[in-house]
């Protein structure tokens, strides 16, 4: 009997330990596209749930998600090599994503936790640290790819919502040091928290990166409005280069295709040869 249970719990441990690695295999192959998913996340947690508790909550856990999905995308992005300067890079960039996310993740829990002004400041600087460097990795990644495919498409929206993210983190901490930089239509009341203001400048920001600009939020101070202007310069520009390498990666690939499809046989093509 005993040995009945030892062997149905081992077989019990398998069919969990193969459930982990198809998911991690999965989780790998997609990742980029789970990396989008969780910065979505991100940024509608606050338009559907409003600024009530729960939706800080949940932002924070969207936040926590986003983060440890980046830090995958670190470890396991494409490179090419030797196998011993690969792990050694891939170790490099996996120290550098931990040093950069671990503080930027305290400095949310602690804010949320017991809520200090004086953290504002640090926490933007840090989650902006750690999505520049999420960022240009993503666009290693980009540059790399040899064709086009869902996970690079996903990849290349994963940059575009990156840098909407960081530039916000900017406005954040020019507003933090210097309220009057930004005058808005709907004054923000004093002594509100960062997890109010923050999806305020998210909402600038991508309107900024995509050059719509509504004129409701108005940059004052010479630092905001230069930040503004080369936000909407990086945003177009990155558009452009992104068009261009999808273009030129699907021209390449069809140019491929063509030259390795062999030719037909002459007597078939001139039967009175």
Do not use: C
């Amino acid at each position: 009997m005993a040995g009945i249970l030892m062997g149905s719990r081992r077989s019990g441990d398998g069919v969990v330990m193969r459930l982990k690695e198809a998911i991690g295999r999965e989780l790998r192959t997609r990742r980029h596209t789970a990396l989008l998913l969780a910065i979505v996340a991100l940024l509608a947690v606050r338009p559907f749930l409003g600024d009530a508790g729960a939706a800080t909550v949940v932002f924070n856990l969207a936040a926590f998600l986003t983060l440890l999905v980046a830090l995958l995308t670190i470890q396991v992005d494409e490179l090419v090599g030797e196998r011993e300067a690969l792990l050694v890079q891939q170790r490099k960039r996996a120290f550098v994503g931990w040093a950069l996310g671990v503080p930027a993740l305290a400095v949310r829990l602690w804010l949320f936790i017991a809520p200090d002004p004086r953290l504002v400041l640090v926490g933007a600087v840090s989650w902006l640290m750690f999505f520049s460097y999420v960022t240009w990795s993503q666009l290693r990644g980009v540059l790399k790819q040899r064709e086009v495919t869902g996970e690079t498409i996903s990849m290349s929206i994963s940059i575009y919502l990156l840098l909407g993210l960081s530039w916000a983190l900017v406005y954040v901490i020019i507003f933090t040091r210097h309220p009057e930089a930004f005058q808005f239509a709907t004054p923000i009341p004093g002594g509100v928290s960062e997890a109010y203001r923050f999806p305020i400048f998210i909402y600038f920001s991508l309107t900024t990166l995509s050059t719509i600009g509504f004129g409701d939020i108005t940059p004052l101070s010479l630092q905001a409005r230069y930040a503004a202007v080369a936000e909407g310069i990086t945003g177009q520009f990155y558009l452009a280069i992104l068009v261009a390498r999808l273009v030129g990666m699907q021209m390449s690939r069809a140019a491929t295709s063509s030259t390795s499809t062999p030719a037909h046989d002459r007597r078939t093509e001139n039967p009175d040869r």
